[in-house]
């Protein structure tokens, strides 16, 4: 299993899934509202100062700062 | 007769609302329709800033403007997004449903903004989409089939560009024109996101993608591990270097002048309580609401800058490590930073904090922040009771105590906020941060922004302030000292009177009732303890020079005990009525001001305790 929070600065992935922690994960959903979806590229684009937490990913035209707990649920495939 | 048109009607101003995801221009959009004329309050019962607009069209249609806090989904995390979610549905408690909504997207993200403006479509309601910043898509080398896209989402849709006037004209023009009928849903179950990818992949083109942009290159130096940090730091040095060296001389100046417009108002009036009541209640009140406004306005200005520009949310990713020790988000930062000049500011620049718990608990501990108003206190008794001699060779003992009365006050506010954001509402709390491109700020929003913080700090905080210090001379006034008395006339007032009788409350931390009787005009405003006390040692001295008489009075007169106690309680006590007043204002709630009243009150005073009786133990004092 290969998640967001571990993905290398500078690389692309793909999303596979969004993970619940728990039953109806309001953190999932709103990933999922902001976009974190099945078949989309990320890239972290910067890490933080301190431990490189949090990270800032771009996804499509957005980018969005994630602490890593939060990037732990976005479950990742290789681009082809 | 043809059933009655919506202008025929007893109202006929059209009541319309702007949706949109935040930073799609909405409010930048708001502020090009309405220009001056908006109205800002809050929503009913909650901390959300409501705001309301009104215009007329080309042709003179009349129209009210609901500016909706900004959203990503109708499927709401916070009050901000419930009162969005509400109004749009109809089901809001206050406002009625908008007859249109403008659902604002911005060009420059359209995968973002699509999604949300799909799930307004399913509402019912009709909709004109207006399609913001197609000038920096266009830059971006982007292109959009405007005509495609419309037909297919099957709501009208207007190019605008909010930074400029001509920019909003068409969609001025398209408000003439009868209200578009609600669009029909998407077929139920529909997955949004296929939905969006559809419409872009079949209606944009994007000859960008993959090119470096603008905040690639920005933000490979800003969110740089070193260099972020660094560019904050110079940021953060510049801001507060211009809160007090532009606001101070400001600030000098708008002192003097209202002392001296007051003796020039009141010199006709005979000498009595009329003349002290308005002297000493009413102007020396209104003066202290003035005397805050540069202070405020310049904070904001730098605030307001950064929020449009987009660097706000880069430091508060830089800041989110630090302040996730005390259990809060990089958002916090600036407001607590801000306290450390006046806890008033602070508290005001909450409002940038999205998430509730995390605004309720900064504007909590932000009184913890040593204030600029405690200084002159500190600097008193640091002077009076701790010898002038250097420890460790290099290090003044004098300048180590205040840096310790500073340390111990951030310590406290951390142990504070972590105690207040464990507990129930431990589950995990996100960041989930857009990090929106850079923009240059938009001059007219900023003036705005400054105007509405400037009339609501004067009207809703300002009658507070004026009150309360008019209710505190009067305490401190009366009764009037008989006839041939000897003693400060404070001492034969209420004020007096209460002192003394808090002295069985407060003998235990070491206070006499000298002590007791300055803390009550010191809740004006801290530095007031310090010419109170004056006056009840009946120095008969102007304010100015009152430290120096006081010095050597207190040194022979306190115990180094009494002094260090009284020290604890100022790094704690809310002794300043202003706080508590604009902390009523912006967390609408009397509790929450006499809970953070009561512990602020109870933590000075197990401090005070504390180090009254371990100081006596080490001294030996009886």
Known sequence: ?80 | MASPTPSLQADSTLHIALVGNPNCGKTSLFNQLTGSRQKVANYAGVTVERKEGFFSTPQGRSIRVLDLPGAYSLSSTSPDEDVTRDVCLGRHRTETRPQLLIGVVSATNLRLHLRFLLELRELGVPIIVALNMMDEAKRNGMSIDIAGLERDLGMPIIPVISLHKQGVQPLLEALDRPVPPPPAPSPSGADLHAEVRRLIQTYVTDRSAGQERLVDRLDRWFLHPVWGPVILLVVLFVMFQTVFAWAQPLMDALEGGITMLGELLLRPLPDGVLKSLLADGVIAGAGMVIVFLPQILILFLWILALEESGYLPRAAFLLDRLMALAGLSGRSFIPLLSSFACAIPGIMAARTIQNPRDRLVTILIAPLMTCSARLPVYTLLIGAFIPHKTVLGVLGLQGLVLFALYAVAIVSGVIAARIMTRGVKSEEHPLLLELPPYRRPNLKSLALGLWQRAVMFLSRVGTIIVSLNVLLWGLSSFPLPPQGATGAAIDYSLAGRIGHLMLTIFAPIGFNWQICVSLIPGLVAREVAVSALATVYALGVSEDAAPEKLLPLLSSQWSIATALSLLAWYVYAPQCISTLAVMRRETRSMKIVLGATAYLFGLAYFAAFVVFHLTKAITGEA
């Open chain 1, 1 to 80: 299993m290969w998640y967001l929070d571990t993905l290398p600065k500078g690389n692309y992935a793909i999303i596979d899934r969004v993970e619940e922690r728990t039953a109806a994960d309001p953190i999932s959903a709103r990933l999922c509202e902001l976009g974190f979806v099945p078949g989309e590229s990320v890239k972290i684009v910067a890490t933080g100062p301190v431990g490189a937490d949090p990270i800032a990913v771009t996804l499509g035209t957005s980018r969005f700062a994630l602490r890593k707990g939060e990037a732990a649920r976005i479950v990742l495939r290789r681009p082809v």
